[in-house]
């Protein structure tokens, strides 16, 4: 079992209050991924739950049971690090025996987890060396299997997949999908890439300053942003927000059109501009386009096959069933 | 990991080595600073009285103590001369592709693990010796006559001595630091069309700096205290020729038993060596963050 | 940087580097060849060839009593040294681990203990030595060099335990171990090889230390460096003796030396230069 409910956390160092008192729910089984800006907190978070750094305020249960002022031990939670955090000086075998060892399984029922992890994440060659031998990619399935074999109620993840180049990146971010859809333990996964949090996610909790701007599924999070901050931030390339005369027409102080909502025409449209570059990806082309007056470039998603050049003028046509309005404070108008 | 238990344990743990150098450095100095203001001789302790900033005029009145300021200077600048040029130099010419170049290295950092008192005999007897010293067998090769170097030139040959002694360190350090130069930044300037002597000025002198500074400053912290080459060879003469400041306060105090003179000079050299200390800490300082 | 050099240009900076290199250990090397002189061989003229004459050793360690010197010096170094790791591991440890925002000052003013020159407490610690009966006794000087290389013994054990990732010592404590745990299977092994360092330099620098070492012993606990400095007066030994009992006298630091070279420019900067 792996819930986790936190009520009214807070941490503060010193007199910096970096996260606010905030209530989350995490329930049995459940992918969720905290995601934000750099220095929004989500870390903290994460260490708060694992017991890494003390809660100035509030409660930490796991299981229903009260956890604030257990030690990162006791609380049965396991955490692959950034960093991988392998232990040089041992072997691949013994980096994955080690909690094991500090939990005093018997030594036959040890080498059977560590053969059945290392089979799942194909380490079976390469139990006998040091981390120090091994590539990123390697080194970050030894955290991972450092982490299955103790069994835990959740796995936590700090930022696992940012040392790695972009096409392992992508290849390991399926593997702890399938990881977590073949174990079906919670895990919470902290990440500043939208991306990884839109791909794996089964609930996204979106921090900005310490705070929750808004918690749901991926789609959720696309199609209903509770404010401008998470419309910006979920979704790629970002939606465009603008205000002014083009807002107050919708009622709105800003409003956000995302770059597949808009429409692109040579000769009609509402609005007016000019390409300035046009990257072509075949399968879209991404089109930023200048001088409408709405903002300084507007992003647009066309398809692979259109044929505008720098210096094109163009007329742009948002889809009017997909604008998002926000009003003064930046919150949604229903 | 900044959980309440370990911090307190952390202060628990920090705690003996603090208190062990507080101890070491207040009570000591504050020692110091009261003798200094005493008439307090070895050879008449009952005779012991305040003498308020007597001390302090008597060593500013003393020839003595103008010559052994003026000798800490020679001795100090001249040694970071040679040792810092001869270091840049030498130190370039071991990073060049070179066989042999771990062999090499060591040769050359041999001299600073010779203890003091060794280097300084090796160099009076077996090198600067007037009749059996290298020295003067190379003299007495071109037909010349051997110097008697601490009868003529103490100072100078004491120089040489430390100066071989931190040669090492000097060559060592910049070596260390010349070998973390950006390779790629060297070609740029290649390519740039800078000849080798502009290389040498815009980008290597500039790149070593703070390792000269760093080797300067802690040459100074050590020469500063020059005591045992003095000792074993020239006894600080002839006359106060090669007397620094720390020998003539070792004079005072051992020699002449004036425990009030010698601590007020001690006051002298703390003032001296904080000058120092205070361009050595911010240079230091700066890498801690 | 990486480029291929013509092989002329190689040999002649070979040819260069060595002679300046063995410029520079010419006088010890030469100290090395008188030792292994007759004292007749030793004053008649330069020479390079000895006759491998071992009775300088011989008489060096029968007349001299070397062995007692030699004994002193191993027992200061080594001594001296131990106990400023068993005072500086904690508390670089804490510092390094669990650093508080005076942590960076604390370092800079056991750095600033440095920079006091031992002159200037000559006075005081002559006196109490005289007074308190430590006055030429081993373990008076062993506190001394404790305290003197205790600044740099906390400083290069910092910044190796800085090179430790918190994140290591933390992936510990989710696994289970206990603080126990966490020094004996984590922290000991990682680091072992920065403490070796820590001592190999710290005895180097207690087995040269010659001003203390002069001042507070005469005869008892007389280490090698007060031993030799004797000799300066001119009825002391001769040439070849003079020359072997140096030899003895740093032969072990030498080669101690040269295996902790690289550590040496860490510890002796503060880690200023790395």
């Known amino acids: 079992m792996g819930r986790i409910t936190l009520e009214g956390v807070a941490k503060r160092f010193g007199d910096v209050e970096v996260i606010p008192p905030l209530n989350l729910d995490i329930e049995d089984g459940e992918f969720v991924v905290f995601v934000g800006p750099s220095g929004c907190g989500k870390s903290t978070l994460l260490r708060l739950i694992a017991g890494l750094e003390d809660v100035s305020d509030g409660r930490i249960l796991i299981d229903g049971t009260d956890a604030t002022d257990a030690s990162p031990a006791k609380r049965g939670l396991a955490m692959v690090f950034q960093s991988y955090a392998l232990y040089p000086h041992m072997s691949v075998r013994k980096n994955i025996a080690f909690p094991m060892k500090m939990a005093g399984i018997p030594a036959d029922e040890q080498n059977r987890r560590i053969e059945a992890a290392a089979k799942a994440l194909n380490l079976t060659n390469y139990l006998d060396r040091r981390p120090g031998q091994l590539s990123g990619g390697q080194r970050q399935r030894v955290a991972i299997g450092r982490a299955i074999v103790r069994e835990p109620s959740a796995f936590l993840f700090d930022e696992p997949l940012s040392n790695l180049d972009a096409a392992l990146r992508v290849g390991m971010r399926l593997e702890i999908s399938e990881l977590h859809n073949r174990l079906k333990t919670t895990m919470i996964y902290v990440t500043h890439d939208q991306v990884e949090a839109m791909t794996m996610a089964d609930k996204i909790v979106v921090l900005h300053a310490g705070r929750i701007e808004q918690v749901g599924s991926p789609l959720d999070l696309y199609n209903a942003p509770k404010n401008a901050f998470v419309a910006g931030f979920i979704g790629s390339p970002r939606m465009n927000l603008f205000s002014g005369p083009a807002a107050a027409e919708y009622g709105a102080e800003t409003i956000g059109v995302r770059p597949e909502h808009i429409s692109v025409s040579p000769d009609s449209g509402k609005w007016k501009g000019r390409i300035g570059v046009s990257e072509h990806l075949g399968s879209d082309t991404f089109l930023y386009v200048e001088d409408t007056g709405l903002a300084e470039t507007i992003t647009v998603r066309s398809d692979g096959e259109v044929n505008l050049r720098h210096g094109d003028t163009v007329w742009l046509t948002p889809n009017e069933d997909k604008i998002h309005r926000f009003d003064k404070a930046g919150d949604r108008i229903a | ?289 | 940087m990486a480029r291929a050099v013509s092989r002329n240009t190689k040999i002649g900076y070979t040819i260069a580097a060595w002679i300046v290199a063995l410029i520079i250990f010419f006088p010890i090397l030469y100290t090395i060849i008188t030792s292994l002189k007759t004292e007749q061989e030793a004053i008649a003229g330069f020479d390079l060839i000895p006759s491998f004459s071992l009775s300088s050793y011989e008489t060096v360690q029968s007349q001299n009593n070397y062995w007692r010197p030699f004994t002193n010096s191993v027992i200061l170094a080594v001594g001296s040294t131990l106990l400023a790791l068993i005072v500086a591991i904690p508390a670089a440890w804490a510092m390094a681990f669990s650093p508080t925002r005076r942590t960076k000052d604390i370092l800079m003013w056991m750095l600033s203990t440095k920079m006091m020159p031992a002159v200037a407490v000559l006075v005081p610690i002559y006196l109490i030595f005289l007074r308190t009966g430590l006055m030429d006794t081993r373990i008076g000087l062993v506190m001394i060099l404790m305290l003197m290389n205790l600044p740099i013994v906390v400083w290069m054990l910092y910044t190796y335990f800085r090179e430790i990732p918190g994140e290591i010592l933390e992936a510990a404590r989710m696994d289970g171990a206990t603080l126990k745990d966490e020094i004996l299977y984590v922290l000991t092994p990682m680091a072992v090889p920065g403490i070796a360092s820590t001592l190999l330099l710290n005895i180097i620098l207690a087995w040269n230390e010659a001003f203390w070492t002069i001042q507070l012993t005469t005869t008892n606990a007389a280490p090698l460096s007060a031993f030799i400095a004797s000799f300066s007066s001119p009825q002391g030994l001769f040439w070849a003796k003079l020359s072997a009992a140096s030899t003895m006298a740093i032969a072990p630091i030498l080669i101690l030396g040269w295996f902790s070279q690289k550590q040496l420019v860490r510890g002796l900067t503060f880690g200023a230069v790395k």
């Open chain 2, 1 to 289: 990991m900044a959980t309440r238990q370990t911090a307190s344990l952390a202060r628990l743990m920090r705690a003996p080595a603090i208190i062990l150098l507080l101890i070491w450095m207040l009570v000591p100095l504050g020692m110091t600073l009261y003798y200094s203001f005493l008439n307090y001789n070895l050879l008449n302790p009952a005779n012991t009285s305040w003498a308020g900033w007597f001390n302090y005029q008597y060593f500013y009145s003393d020839p003595a103590f103008f010559e052994s300021i003026w000798n800490t200077l020679v001795l100090v600048l001249g040694v970071l001369l040679i040792t810092v040029c001869g270091g840049i130099g030498i130190a370039m010419l071991i990073d060049k592709p070179i066989f042999g170049q771990g062999l090499v290295r060591i040769l050359v950092i041999s001299p600073f693990f010779v203890m003091p008192p060794v280097a300084a005999l090796i160099w009076k007897n077996m090198i600067m010796h007037p009749s059996y010293g290298v020295f003067a067998d190379i003299a007495k090769f071109f037909g010349a006559n051997p110097v008697d170097w601490f009868a003529q030139f103490p100072l100078l040959s004491i120089i040489l001595i430390v100066a071989w002694q931190w040669l090492p360190f000097a060559t060592l350090i910049l070596l260390t630091s010349l070998q973390s130069l950006d390779g790629e930044q060297m070609e740029a300037a290649e390519m740039d069309g800078a000849p080798a002597l502009s290389r040498f000025i815009y980008l290597t002198l500039p790149h070593m700096a703070r390792a000269i500074t760093v080797v300067i400053l802690i040459q100074t912290i050590f020469l500063l205290g020059i005591y045992a080459e003095i000792l074993v060879t020239t006894n600080g003469g002839p006359g106060f020729a090669s007397t620094n400041l720390t020998y003539l306060i070792y004079r005072a105090a051992r020699l002449n038993f004036d425990i009030g003179g010698a601590a007020a000079g001690g006051i002298i050299a703390v003032i001296l060596a904080n000058f120092v200390a205070i361009f050595l800490m911010r240079a230091v300082g700066k890498n801690l963050d």
